[in-house]
């Protein structure tokens, strides 16, 4: 089992960065695909970024592209979501998820989930 614990989530301003932070705790961390989701409030939660296990292949919503930056380091079993020139329609929860030997942007492609992040742009 992979247990996932995000971080670095707070309040920014529109235009601001903040850099989030998932660790997981659980062995084969780099066969892990990794995904990154967030959910605002009344919506549905949603595909922003994924990275391959080797770190070498990433993909992001449109949304997003441009803008935030996935990577890891699986010597840390970490991976990150840099976010730059936030939005307030970033606002949300945000969720790291584990994807076993899979490069999905479905949620439902993923096996462990992270209890999330709260990140709020205000303008």
């Known amino acids: 089992q992979v247990q996932l614990a995000e971080s670095g989530g707070g309040l920014v301003q529109a235009g601001g960065s903040l850099r989030l932070s998932c660790t997981a705790s659980?062995?084969?961390?780099?066969?892990?695909?990794m995904g990154w989701f967030r959910q605002a409030p009344g919506k549905e939660r949603e595909f922003v970024a994924v990275i391959s296990g080797s770190g070498g292949n990433t993909g992001y919503a449109d949304s997003v592209k441009g803008r935030f930056t996935v990577s890891r380091d699986n010597a840390k079993n970490t991976v990150y979501l840099q976010m730059n020139s936030l939005k307030p329609e970033d606002t949300a929860v945000y969720y790291c998820a584990a994807d076993y030997q899979q490069f999905s942007h479905r949620l439902g492609a993923y096996d462990f989930w992270g209890q999330g992040t709260q990140v709020t742009v205000s303008s």
């Open positions: 659980g062995r084969t961390f780099s066969s892990y695909s």
